[in-house]
């Protein structure tokens, strides 16, 4: 499970972004200083860090700089008020990776998120693995013992999200989310149809039904 670091000062702000990305899968932490945010930026215990310019202490431009003075090359979402055309470059160019104003739609945080982690996983080459079987994110490539598996863009989208939450239950209205997207119809049962692809070409016993809930790579 991803691990995302907010950083805000502001509770009814960080409250409401933490409370949705652990809905959406994410394991979250709030920091609301800004020599609190670095410490634990500087942890390696986080695969983001969503950053807010006002932050007590320490501002955002400043936790930034010194995020990537140390070596860090973690993803940073910068999220605040202040979307004047100055700052954004100044964040852009103090080395952070996106920048989104507030007010915000939830769904376009979480897809940057998303977007900004693919990324990562594409630069370093990454392998994910459960079991006997392998996702390669750079190739898009799956292997089930060692043998190639051919699956479709969203056939593989979906054996990813599957993998990245290895052992946990996702719900239907999860898995539209994520997969197909936050405008895609919830009452459709396109989830069911395309688990019972990846259970054909993964082979049987890997992905269990929870009954009235959803689905879980076992």
């Known amino acids: 499970m991803a691990s995302i670091l907010i950083a805000d000062d502001e509770p009814r702000i960080s409250g409401f972004i933490d409370k949705g990305l ?25 695969d983001l860090l969503v950053l807010d310019v006002n ?31 100055e700052d954004t470059v100044a964040g852009l160019e103090g080395g952070a990776d996106d920048y989104l104003g507030k007010p915000f739609r939830f769904d376009e945080l979480v897809a940057r998120i998303r977007l900004r982690m693919r990324r990562d996983d ?25 043998v190639a598996i051919e699956l479709s863009a969203r056939e593989f989208a979906l054996a990813e999200e599957l993998v990245r939450n290895a052992g946990n239950v ?16 919830p009452g459709s049962n396109v989830a069911d149809v395309y688990v019972g692809y990846l259970r054909q070409k993964l082979g049987p016993g890997r992905i269990e039904t929870i009954r009235g809930v959803g689905y879980r790579l076992v």
């Open 122 to 146: 594409v630069a370093s080459g990454s392998e994910l693995t459960h079991r006997d079987l392998s996702l390669d994110i750079r190739t898009r490539r799956a292997h089930v013992g060692g």
């Open 22 to 46: 652990r809905s959406a899968g994410f394991a979250t932490r709030v920091a609301t200083t800004g020599p609190a945010a670095l410490d634990l930026a500087l942890s390696g215990e986080f």
């Open 55 to 85: 932050l007590p202490g320490m501002d955002g431009f400043a936790v930034l700089e010194n995020l990537r003075g140390s070596g860090s090359k973690m993803p940073v979402i910068m999220l605040t008020a202040r979307v004047e055309l």
């Open 170 to 185: 996702l719900s239907r209205e999860q898995l539209l989310s994520r997969v197909w997207g936050y405008d895609f119809d």
